[in-house]
């Protein structure tokens, strides 16, 4: 079967969270809604803001890392940053540290590989979570009630469990960050906090922005 994003066309954009990447995202995103024939009137937003990322993915000025995709007066239009007016709109509004997120988000996988990526993100919470002696230490306040309704999820998770899929998408244009290289991670790219040395894990509590 044939989708709207051919994956053999895709190229690595830039490291998650970049503008070039978020972009790309946007950019395939809008192409995928442009073609599911929406609602007429139909009104939704997305947008991803990694906080807490790194300095070089913010060059230029820029403000904010994460991309959006919004549907409004009959438009479809998507690009770098988190708009008022894209979260003024009900939809799908998500903020997370960069690092709680980064690696695994270069996984592709089906439906079984995102059960097996929250299995190891809560591993990775709970290993934290008993390093640092809280709950819940990187956890970020969200914008909003998530709405994902069929309208959207539909067209932009076509084919996920044959490697299409919005998720797939983006994980095939993400490069690597140099800040995993080479940590202990499970299949679905997840960091395994508990088999990190000291000195990875102090550099990862940094990375996620944690106090101690």
């Not at 066309?9 to 995202?25: D, H, R, V």
Request: charged share 25%; proline share 5%.
């Amino acid at each position: 079967m044939s989708y709207v994003i051919d994956m053999s066309t895709l190229k690595k954009e830039g490291e998650f969270g970049s503008k070039e990447w978020g972009e790309a995202c946007a950019a395939a995103s809008v192409r995928i809604l442009e073609a599911a024939d929406l609602p007429e009137g139909f009104e939704w937003a997305f947008t991803e803001c990694y906080t807490h990322p790194p300095a070089r993915l913010m060059t230029g000025g820029r403000k904010k890392s994460g991309y959006y995709i919004m549907v409004k007066d009959g438009k479809i239009t998507g690009g770098d940053g988190e708009p008022e007016e894209a979260l003024a709109i009900r939809g799908f509004h998500i903020r997370a540290r960069w690092a709680a997120l980064c690696n695994q988000s270069g996984a592709l996988y089906g439906k079984a590989g995102q059960q097996k990526r929250r299995e190891g993100e809560q591993a990775m919470r709970q290993a934290i979570e008993a390093y640092v002696g809280r709950k819940n230490p990187y956890g970020e306040e969200q914008p909003s009630e998530m709405y994902w309704p069929e309208t959207v999820s539909g067209p932009l998770m076509a084919g996920s469990e044959e490697g299409n899929g919005l998720h797939n998408i983006a994980a095939t244009m993400q490069t690597q960050s140099p800040e995993l290289v080479d940590w202990p991670v499970t299949e679905m790219r997840v960091p395994i906090f508990e088999k990190m040395t000291e000195a990875q894990k102090k550099d990862f509590i940094r990375l996620l922005a944690i106090e101690m």
